[in-house]
């Protein structure tokens, strides 16, 4: 598939429900310094901009193939993504509290095909296994609560 500058922006600004979105720090490539960017999270595209208003994103990241990973950094709440490779560019990121970090590692470790990749081979895997019948039995106390509070709300509908 072929991507170009206009195409690519208009999938990051289209209307369609984003997986992600917020203020991260992002250190500089060149530069120590970290800057302010609004990204944005759609499938495997991690798009950041200006400001959330902006209409073309200043870059983006490809997420194919990346790590995730917390690192000790000058900024408070700091997340590398990496990529394999010894010429490969390493991002440091930063959120602007704990909630969010989390939120952005969380996403950003699920935005790649490999992972979806994964979760479907594990359901495939459990569905034929219940198609098989491979299903464990469930464990004894299963139901007895619901069990004791039908008993218990027939009773009370007896009493007068």
């Not at 720090?25 to 959330?52: C, D, I, Q, S, T």
């Not at 917390?70 to 990121?93: D, I, K, P, Q």
């Not at 219940?130 to 709300?153: N, S």
Request: aromatic share 12%.
């Amino acid at each position: 598939m072929k991507l170009n500058e206009r195409s690519l922006a208009f999938y990051a600004t289209c209307d369609a429900p984003v997986d992600n979105a917020g203020f991260l720090h992002k250190k500089g490539g060149r530069h120590a310094a970290y800057h302010r960017r609004w990204f944005v999270l759609r499938g495997n595209m991690l798009f950041y901009f200006e400001e959330p208003a902006s209409r073309e994103p200043v870059g983006v990241i490809i997420l194919e193939g990346c790590t995730v990973e917390l690192v000790e950094a000058a900024e408070e709440f700091a997340f590398a993504v990496r990529f394999a490779g010894a010429r490969a560019r390493t991002y440091v990121l930063a959120a602007e509290s704990q909630a969010a970090m989390e939120r952005w590692v969380k996403a950003l470790s699920r935005a790649s095909f490999d992972y979806l990749r994964l979760v479907v081979r594990e359901l495939e895997q459990q569905l034929a296994a219940v198609r098989a019948g491979a299903c464990p039995p469930p464990p004894p106390w299963y139901g007895q609560e619901i069990r004791a509070l039908r008993a218990q709300w027939l009773s009370s509908r007896a009493q007068p």
